[in-house]
């Protein structure tokens, strides 16, 4: 039986606790490292922007704008924690997600949050 080869580069990324409340249960912050932010401007595809607009106008869920700003939401995250992770943080507190349209066919999320060193 063949030997599976191993990766020969293992990554391991330190996992950032990123919470909406001040504080990380059951830690102590020792360090505030400034705000953090990640965002992205999702725009709408034409084809989903028809089918939602049919939606729209049969009283139903715009489904293709949930799922888009679902994704956008957790990509701003996503890019908020990047930050976090170059500063070195151990967590980002005080979380908040914002959004607004940016132009005509496209919406902007802003996440942020506070950056820390936990004890």
Known sequence: MKDKELPKIIKVEQKIHVTNLSQVVNRTIIEDLGIVSGAIAPSKF????????I???LGKEMKEYTDMMNEGRDKAIERMVEVAR??????VVNVRIG???????SSEL???GTAVKLE
Do not use: T
């Not at 170059?86 to 967590?91: E, G, I, P, T, V």
């Open 86 to 91: 170059k500063l070195d943080a151990d967590a």
């Open 55 to 57: 939606r729209n106008l």
């Open 99 to 105: 959004g607004s349209s940016a132009s005509q066919g």
């Open 110 to 112: 802003l996440a942020y």
């Open 46 to 53: 034409i084809v989903k922007d028809i089918i939602a607009g």
